[in-house]
């Protein structure tokens, strides 16, 4: 029987403040029966400082702000080396589309090193 593992990959963010959203990640493009990815889990952990941040996974079509759902979101006190995990409303992601991380306005900023993991298998 042929298993579908989880993968994971990890993307350095960097700082972000403001109404800002920064492109992720490109589920690969596939003509295969694979099509997208399906998220089993996604956190963000930063290197650095206290802070309180807002904070979305968008999907789009296009690297920019046109985004065409919510995958999930994070309201969190980030810690030093503290993962905190979003909390996923929509795990499919179809291929070819476009990850986004998003800080909403208002709602602190990462301002240190920031990291954000996504789990996931291919797939529905």
Same mark, same amino acid.
């Given at each position: 029987?042929?298993?579908?593992?989880?993968?994971?990959?990890?993307?350095?963010? $960097? /700082?972000?403040?403001?109404?800002?959203? #920064?492109?992720?990640?490109? &589920? !690969? =493009?596939?003509? *295969?029966?694979?099509?997208?990815?399906?998220?089993?889990?996604?956190?963000?952990?930063?290197?650095?400082?206290?802070?309180?941040?807002?904070?979305?996974?968008?999907?789009?079509?296009?690297?920019?702000?046109?985004?065409? $759902? /919510?995958?999930g979101t994070c309201?969190? #006190?980030?810690?030093?080396? &503290? !993962? =905190?995990?979003? *909390?996923?409303?929509?795990?499919?992601?179809?291929?070819?589309?476009?990850?986004?991380?998003?800080?909403?306005?208002?709602?602190?900023?990462?301002?240190?090193?920031?990291?954000?993991?996504?789990?996931?298998?291919?797939?529905?």
């Amino acid at each position: 029987m042929a298993t579908n593992p989880i993968n994971s990959i990890s993307i350095p963010v $960097g /700082t972000l403040a403001g109404t800002l959203n #920064t492109p992720l990640w490109r &589920v !690969p =493009k596939s003509t *295969t029966s694979y099509g997208g990815i399906t998220l089993t889990g996604a956190y963000i952990v930063s290197s650095g400082g206290t802070l309180t941040s807002e904070m979305q996974l968008l999907s789009g079509t296009v690297m920019g702000t046109a985004f065409t $759902g /919510t995958i999930g979101t994070c309201n969190a #006190t980030l810690a030093a080396s &503290v !993962p =905190k995990a979003f *909390t996923i409303s929509t795990a499919y992601v179809s291929s070819g589309s476009w990850i986004h991380l998003k800080l909403n306005a208002g709602q602190g900023a990462l301002t240190a090193a920031t990291n954000v993991t996504l789990e996931y298998v291919w797939g529905k």
